[in-house]
């Protein structure tokens, strides 16, 4: 069955970085666009980054935009998410998310993804 598993959570540094990863497993991941949400206490989930199947297009949030790097590694079924210069607004759950085929274009409407992680807790606090 498709599964995404998020890693690589957990507290760091306001000005610190961290790395997520997503393993997928049950599908083939090359064939799919890729994206990372998060939500915070108290609000809806917000679309963070996005990658293309082959990893030539990516989109980034304003609010991350500079910041964090979305990368992807078909051949070890791993999506990555660089987190750097990170702020205490960064305070989240992040999951990552599969987009379904039947959408062809850049989106972080999480109405368009088919298949969701169980998320990794990221805290940024001095």
């Known amino acids: 069955q498709v599964q995404l598993v998020e890693s690589g959570g957990g507290l760091a540094q306001p000005g610190g970085s961290l790395r997520l990863s997503c393993a997928a497993s049950g599908f083939t991941l090359e064939d799919y666009a890729i994206a990372w949400f998060r939500q915070a206490p108290g609000k809806e989930r917000e679309g963070v980054s996005y990658i293309s199947s082959s990893g030539g297009s990516s989109y980034y949030a304003a609010s991350v935009k500079g910041r964090f790097t979305i990368s992807r590694d078909n051949a070890k079924n791993t999506v990555y998410l660089q987190m750097n210069s990170l702020k205490p607004e960064d305070t989240a759950v992040y999951y990552c998310?599969?987009?379904?085929?039947?959408?062809?274009?850049?989106?972080?409407?999480?109405?368009?993804?088919?298949?969701w992680g169980q998320g990794t807790q990221v805290t940024v606090s001095s």
């Open positions: 998310a599969r987009k379904s085929t039947r959408y062809k274009y850049i989106t972080l409407d999480r109405t368009k993804f088919d298949y």
